[in-house]
């Protein structure tokens, strides 16, 4: 079992930036494939970013060259810096665990394996 537990949301104005943390507990954090989704108010949920065991970095087009994820494996913990913040980025924010990590299903919310509570980004415009 792993337990996930997200920090660092916030309201911010657009332009802004900030970083969502993510900390894991229970088994091996390096053998996963972490990820970020995020779901706005009436959506679906949808992919942010991911990062493998090995470092590979994904990311959803909305996001691309705004937002960087990173790893810890020495702090069992994930990262998402995210800059030029739009109003539309509003959204809770979920980290995910995928303990059968693919490049090919990094992006599908139903592969990952546990999730945390989530954590809420407004961006004001």
């Known amino acids: 079992q792993v337990q996930l537990v997200e920090s660092g949301g916030g309201l911010v104005e657009a332009g802004g930036s900030l970083r969502l943390s993510c900390v894991a507990s229970?088994?091996?954090?390096?053998?996963?494939?972490m990820g970020w989704f995020r779901q706005g108010p009436g959506k679906e949920r949808e992919f942010v970013a991911a990062?493998?065991?090995?470092?590979?970095?994904y990311y959803g087009d909305s996001v691309k060259g705004r937002f960087s994820i990173s790893r810890d494996n020495a702090k069992n913990t994930v990262y998402l810096q995210m800059n030029s913040l739009k109003p539309e980025d509003t959204a809770v924010y979920y980290c995910?665990?995928?303990?059968?990590?693919?490049?090919?299903?990094?992006?599908?919310?139903?592969?990952?394996?546990?999730w945390g509570q989530g954590t809420q980004v407004t961006v004001s415009s």
């Open positions: 995910a665990a995928d303990q059968n990590y693919a490049p090919t299903t990094i992006s599908k919310p139903s592969f990952y394996d546990y």
């Open positions: 990062v493998g065991r090995a470092g590979n970095t």
């Open positions: 229970g088994r091996t954090f390096s053998n996963y494939g």
